[in-house]
């Protein structure tokens, strides 16, 4: 990210002001904190190809990968963001707008499993909120597509019904078979995990 793009940032601003109570201003801001950031551009710097058609699912207020992505691949015309949280979806809406990206992203109010197994024409798949979802991505990966999943060691947070222990059992868990990137790092109170390869 360069040192300030005021666009993004006043997108960023206007969104938490359209939050209607504290607790969704703080989830708001909390998606785009530093750490947030980093590790949706840990996984950017690792994909490959062209990819012109991206789902990401367990989007949540699509506040970072949107961006990152379209900076990183200008080739990209449509991105369908997926969140089945009503709430979610009315910011990432008002995020979506002040940013102008009305024509190239879409956002799915729907369930990721139930989305993507009646949805696949995408050149590329991000799932990082695999510790969210109460299925492993075995049960969604097909031929062709290039997947980049994230999940964590984070047992005990809630919403955490997915977590894994170990990076080999998430590696496991993605139904991954041509591993271009499969690692770990220390986020100090808990370990955070990237796979990204095809079927
Ligand atoms: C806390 S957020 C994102 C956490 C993730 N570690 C990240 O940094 O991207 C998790 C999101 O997954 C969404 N989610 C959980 N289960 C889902 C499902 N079955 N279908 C669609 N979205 C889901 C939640 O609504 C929430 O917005």
């Known amino acids: 990210m360069k040192f300030l793009d005021e666009k993004y940032l006043g997108a960023l601003a206007t969104s938490v002001m359209h939050a209607k109570t504290l607790d969704e201003s703080f989830s708001f801001a909390n998606s785009f904190r530093e750490k947030q950031i980093e590790s949706k551009q840990w996984l950017i710097n690792h994909l490959t190809g062209n990819p012109k058609h991206v789902c990401i699912l367990g989007s949540w207020y699509s506040s970072v990968l949107p961006y990152l992505l379209f900076k990183r691949f200008a080739i990209i015309d449509k991105i369908d963001c997926v969140d089945n949280d009503p709430n979610v979806q009315r910011l990432a809406k008002v995020f979506r707008h002040f940013m102008g990206y009305e024509h190239r ?18 050149d590329l798949v991000i799932n ?14 097909k031929k062709k597509t290039q997947y980049a999943f994230e999940s964590n060691d984070y047992f005990g947070i809630d919403g955490h019904i997915n977590c894994k222990k170990s990076l080999s059992e998430f590696a496991d ?6 591993i271009s990137t499969c690692e770990e790092r220390d986020m100090g109170h808990y370990k955070r995990f990237l796979v990204v390869g095809k079927c």
Not at 110 to 115: S, T
């Open 105 to 122: 992203v879409n956002l799915w109010e729907k369930d990721a499993k139930e989305f993507i197994t009646t949805n696949d024409e995408y």
């Open 128 to 141: 990082t909120s695999c510790e969210h979802m109460p299925f492993d991505m075995n049960e969604i990966v």
């Open 173 to 178: 868990s993605t139904g991954l078979r041509e």
